[in-house]
């Protein structure tokens, strides 16, 4: 069973950074492209950011420039370094793995999720 635990998450003044982590278990990571999503209070869940077996990678419009994905394949991490945040990046992040080889910015098209980890920006 494949399991994601994310974690990094708190309270940040805007302007900072902050960096997620999300550790994979039960199988190999090097074999999945990763993603990261969020979800604000009453909004949709969306796509952040994901990185494909190989290290393509791939941005939401609003994140480009300040967040970076990146994994660490030897520790079965993924990674979100987050700066310059902003009080709308508030929101529960969570991260996703995707047996396929594209890179997907669809919830659905991923195999297996984690739980969130909660982002808080103050203005």
């Known amino acids: 069973q494949v399991q994601l635990v994310e974690s990094g998450g708190g309270l940040v003044e805007a302007g900072g950074s902050l960096r997620l982590s999300c550790v994979v278990s039960g199988r190999t990571m090097s074999r999945y492209a990763m993603g990261w999503f969020r979800q604000a209070p009453g909004k949709d869940r969306e796509f952040v950011a994901a990185i494909s077996v190989i290290g393509g990678s791939a941005y939401a419009d609003s994140v480009k420039g300040r967040f970076t994905i990146s994994r660490a394949n030897a520790k079965n991490t993924v990674y979100l370094q987050m700066n310059n945040l902003k009080p709308e990046d508030t929101a529960v992040y969570y991260c996703?793995?995707?047996?396929?080889?594209?890179?997907?910015?669809?919830?659905?098209?991923?195999?297996?999720r984690g739980q969130g980890t909660q982002v808080t920006v103050s203005s």
């Open positions: 996703a793995a995707d047996l396929s080889l594209g890179l997907h910015e669809g919830w659905d098209e991923y195999d297996f």
